[in-house]
């Protein structure tokens, strides 16, 4: 079974801390892939990054930084010097491709405020 | 480019009417999803297509709820006799193929069913 555990469900931070978010995933097939999508007040799901089960290097994009851990099936989400318009609600997801589909399947998100 | 496109992007209904969501994909993606998303939850996969075909219909709650994409482009998300239970964000995702690609998402449309 796939599945995707996201256990912080809401974080508060002040403006200019480093915030980690967790992402712990099960799944049984050997090629995956891994996403973050964030959705700020407006609703709209934005994609952050993907990766696949082949690839365990840690990628920083600016102040985004992501640490993807095979070993303890984990694909954390950290924001360095975090700022107010980070405030979202951030979702961890697993694509496992078949023959038939690509469904994702979503974590159930954590809320991150960032206080000024 | 444009992205995806869901209209309307708000819905209210009453219990048992019908409703017809609509979403508009990236041009040139060929999969095509539909994902529900209800309060303090993630979005959950309802029906998956590839071209015109429905490859993975799955998700579906029961037989009021249909999808149709006749010409591999927009799709329509059908619901008969809506009841109350079915008010939630309905999401729109397109994806350049369906091997693991990532998956764009739209704005939405916001279903409520009085």
């Known amino acids: 079974a796939q599945k995707v555990t996201q256990a912080q469900t809401e974080i508060s931070v002040v403006e200019k801390e480093d915030v980690t978010l967790d992402c712990v995933y099960e799944?049984?097939?050997?090629?995956?892939?891994l996403f973050w999508y964030k959705q700020p007040p407006s609703g709209e799901l934005v994609f952050l990054i993907r990766?696949?089960?082949?690839?365990?290097q840690n990628e920083i994009s600016g102040r985004y930084s992501w640490n993807f851990q095979k070993s303890t099936s984990s694909f954390n989400f950290t924001i360095t010097a975090s700022q107010v318009v980070d405030s979202a609600v951030y979702f961890c997801?697993?694509?496992?491709?078949?023959?038939?589909?690509?469904?994702?399947?979503f974590g159930t998100g954590t809320s991150l405020t960032v206080i000024p | 480019g444009a992205g995806v496109s869901q209209t309307p992007s708000n819905k209210v209904t009453e219990k048992g009417k019908y409703v017809e969501l609509r979403c508009d994909p990236i041009s040139g993606h060929t999969a095509l999803y539909w994902y529900r998303q209800s309060l303090g939850q993630g979005p959950e996969f309802l029906i998956y297509?590839?071209?015109?075909?429905?490859?993975?219909d799955s998700g579906l709650p029961n037989d009021r709820f249909f999808a149709v994409r006749p010409e591999g482009s927009v799709s329509t998300l059908k619901i008969q006799r809506t009841e109350r239970g079915d008010s939630a964000v309905y999401l729109c995702a397109s994806s350049l193929t369906h091997r693991g690609d990532t998956q764009y998402f739209g704005p939405g449309t916001r279903l409520t069913v009085l």
């Open positions: 297509f590839q071209g015109t075909g429905a490859a993975d």
């Open positions: 997801a697993l694509g496992a491709p078949s023959n038939t589909g690509n469904q994702f399947y």
């Open positions: 990766r696949n089960s082949f690839d365990e």
């Open positions: 799944t049984r097939d050997t090629t995956y892939y």
